[in-house]
């Protein structure tokens, strides 16, 4: 059954992101990080020192006399803890997974959950999905379009996605003594973190809804319960990911805005080349910005002032909406 070859590859892929995660663990140079250095240069003058090689080395370039009021007269280097073991390291990326599964599962997240499910059952099950589906090959549909998909499909290929997080993440390690470096680990890190987390919840709810893809059969985007696999994209899932979990790490409202327009174009290709219903584009959308928002939680981001909401209006019409917060 194609739906049974479906999971087989879904489930390969979330195999591929655990071993990325303890492979990338294993490659990480050591335990100085931002907050250590920060900490480094507001010791009181004179204070002797205690850390691992490398962060003993780099507090002696960021603590120059006369900069930062700080003087280091003795530096003793720990040899025994210079680097943290590959177990160590393994630990500590699998401590932060944990704590995103519980912010996933919070009671406010399952809510948000229950009003996706909602929205995509309502598209699923009325005339939504056919008639946009209709609308977008009759009207939208071209040969522009039809090269913005060729470009934005492979950004969700799981393979191709999950080899750039994780090349980021281990390049930035690697780097971390440059702006650049610190934010290529950040952003592959999280971005791997939220695939492993959305992963399992993406591969049942495929099979959970049991929809097929457009022309498939009689029954249209209908759920069909473990009759297929094709209830939600793992292309849209796998492409929103990288863009949200950038627009998560800034503070600039436009270039935000930017990340989550981004966000919807591997999404929008797989309508575009009627692989997809509308549904299915917004479940795997919805559980990827599920999966970020949990990632961001153990990352100790606080609520911010907006959050996108599903709208049900007049005449059974529906949509999404962004409610701000003051």
């Known amino acids: 059954m194609d739906w049974v070859f479906s999971f087989s590859k ?43 090689r490398p962060v003993a080395q780099r507090a002696a370039n960021l603590s120059p006399s006369g900069k930062t009021g700080v003087k280091i007269t003795h530096v003793s280097l720990d040899t025994d803890q ?6 160590e390291q393994a630990t500590r990326r699998f401590a932060d997974i944990s704590r995103d599964y519980q912010h996933f599962y919070t009671e406010s997240d399952l809510r948000f959950a229950a009003m996706g499910l909602a929205l995509g059952a309502t598209f699923a099950h009325t005339d939504v999905d056919e008639d946009f589906r209709n609308w977008w090959q009759d009207d939208v549909r071209s040969n522009a379009w039809g090269d913005f998909s060729n470009f934005a499909k492979p950004l969700g290929d799981g393979h191709i996605s999950v080899a750039i997080m994780g090349a980021a993440m281990v390049g930035g390690a690697w780097a971390d003594e440059t702006r650049l470096g610190r934010v290529a680990n950040t952003w592959g890190n999280r971005s791997l973190r939220a695939v492993a987390v959305g992963a399992p919840p993406l591969l049942l709810l495929q099979v959970a809804t049991g929809a097929g893809r457009p022309g498939e059969s009689s029954a249209e985007s209908d759920w069909r319960p473990f009759q297929d696999g094709n209830g939600v994209s793992g292309h849209a899932f796998m492409g929103a990911v990288p863009f949200i979990v950038a627009a998560q790490m800034t503070d600039n409202p436009l270039l935000s805005g930017l ?29 990827a910005k599920m ?6 939680k153990t990352e100790g981001r606080k609520d911010k002032p907006s ?9 059974g019409t529906v949509g999404m909406g962004i409610e701000l917060r003051r």
């Open 10 to 52: 879904q489930c390969l892929l979330a195999v591929a992101v655990a071993s990325s995660l303890v492979g990338c663990a294993a490659m990480e140079r050591g335990p100085a990080t931002h907050n250590e250095r920060t900490r480094i240069v507001e010791l009181t003058p004179h204070a002797d020192l205690v850390y691992p």
């Open 82 to 87: 210079a680097e943290l073991s590959v177990t």
């Open 259 to 287: 990340w989550y327009t981004g966000s919807l174009m591997t999404g929008i290709s797989r309508i575009n080349d009627d692989d997809h219903y509308l549904s299915q584009v917004v479940l795997g959308w919805w559980l």
């Open 291 to 296: 999966a970020c928002d949990a990632v961001d």
């Open 307 to 315: 959050k996108i909401v599903p709208l049900l209006g007049a005449g």
